[in-house]
């Protein structure tokens, strides 16, 4: 989607031309998965597609939203924000509203569209691109004195207590922080960050099983639990961590064989998937595509073996995708249970391995998998 396009659709709407255009991007994650909500490292890059805002501001406190993407319009007042359970996905939008005056921003009510061609459901975080689009449109609507560490903060607190998913910080960090060519390696204890730059032979490709599962976020808060009660046995072992980053590989393996079996496995995901990351920036950093691949290789092994969050789609994508002679690696990426897998490829090679996985998918499953060829972008206040 176009700038021109939400424009348009704002003037078909409203009647007249917008005040305030923005968009936010979403994201795929290259290595660092379920460690955010447990203090530690993540690695996402922002996708080149995006969610838009055009809207005008209102001189009192009704906000009126028409949703592109659902086909669908919503009416609140600024002085009543209620959760939705008839349209959930409008509970973004609300939430950001309640968040901020929350936050003691003053909001005035707002004419707008939104919408974009991030996939939905498909671990690409299309919500945290509405969420941080939302929250760039009222900061340039209204002037609001936001910078982007916080815009990412507020958004993801939309997403844990309004909307009530008890998500980590990545998602929005990267649409609101990323740079475009460059990886964003993210300490999600303190939020401080580095861009890493990415080499312009290797292709970030990502394949769209087109599974949706229902379970996901059931699923997604069970491991947020089991981390924490992790972090508790492993206290009581006689460690001092306050979440599962304050713990080696090496500590888990010492005390591991005390442990509820199942706890053992989650946290040994977490706690090895850290020191993937580190790993993976610093083999980034000295140009090692290689070590860099076969750790997203290594990621998924873990996700799909300890954490248990990956699924037959999944995995028969990442198979066939480490088949190809053009992969340096490839894993499940997002929250899982479906949506895509994130592949690095020789970009000379990234059609064909596209052909071939896609064909191979089908064959196997007898499923269609979308690939999308993705640049890494500019998060929405990139540099700002
Ligand atoms: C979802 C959440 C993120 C993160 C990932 C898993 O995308 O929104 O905060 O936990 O899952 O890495």
Redesign the pocket.
């Given at each position: 989607m176009e700038r021109q396009a939400i424009v348009e659709a704002f003037r078909a709407a409203f009647g007249s031309p917008p005040q305030v255009v923005v968009r936010a991007p979403g994201r795929v994650?290259l290595i660092?998965?379920?460690?955010?909500?447990n203090e530690g490292y993540?690695l996402p890059v922002a996708i080149d597609r995006y969610v838009w805002f055009a809207g005008t501001h209102r001189h009192d406190r009704l906000v009126r939203a028409r949703a592109l993407d659902f086909g669908a319009e919503i009416e609140f007042s600024l002085d009543d924000i209620q959760k939705d359970s008839r349209r959930p996905w409008a509970n973004y939008l609300r939430g950001v509203a309640a968040v901020l005056q929350a936050a003691g921003q003053r909001l005035a009510g707002a004419d707008l569209v939104y919408g974009g061609d991030v996939p939905r459901e498909a671990?690409l975080?299309s919500s945290?691109a509405v969420e941080v689009a939302a929250m760039v449109f009222w900061q340039r609507l209204l002037r609001l004195p936001l910078e982007a560490v916080e815009i990412a903060t507020l958004s993801r607190r939309a997403?844990n207590e309004f909307v009530g998913v008890p998500?980590?910080?990545?998602?929005q960090f990267a649409s609101a922080c990323a740079r475009r060519d460059h990886a964003l390696f993210l300490d999600c204890r303190d939020l401080r960050y580095r861009l890493v730059p990415l080499r312009d032979d290797v292709a970030i490709v990502v394949c769209n099983s087109g599974v949706k599962r229902a379970l996901a976020s059931s699923e997604?808060e069970v491991r947020w639990r089991q981390c924490r009660a992790a972090v508790e046995a492993l206290n009581h072992f006689g460690l001092r961590a306050q979440s599962l980053r304050d713990v080696t590989p090496a500590q888990l393996r010492e005390v591991g064989s005390r442990m509820d079996p199942l706890l053992l496995k989650r946290a040994r995901h977490v706690v090895t998937e850290n020191q993937r990351v580190l790993d993976a920036v610093r083999s980034l950093e000295q140009g090692d595509l290689q070590q860099f691949g076969s750790l997203l290789n290594a990621s998924h092994a873990s996700l799909r073996d300890d954490y248990e969050v990956s699924c037959r789609e999944l995995d028969v994508l990442v198979e066939l995708a480490q088949q190809q002679p053009s992969v340096l690696g490839a894993r499940m990426t997002?929250?899982g249970f479906g949506g895509c897998t994130v592949n690095l490829v020789r970009r000379e090679c990234a059609e064909e391995f596209a052909r071939v996985v896609a064909e191979g998918y089908q064959k196997a499953l007898h499923l269609q998998a979308e690939v999308y060829v993705c640049q890494a972008s500019d998060g929405a206040l990139a540099g700002g």
């Open positions: 994650n660092g998965e379920h460690t955010d909500y993540v671990g975080s945290a997403e998500t980590g910080i990545m998602d997604y997002g929250a």
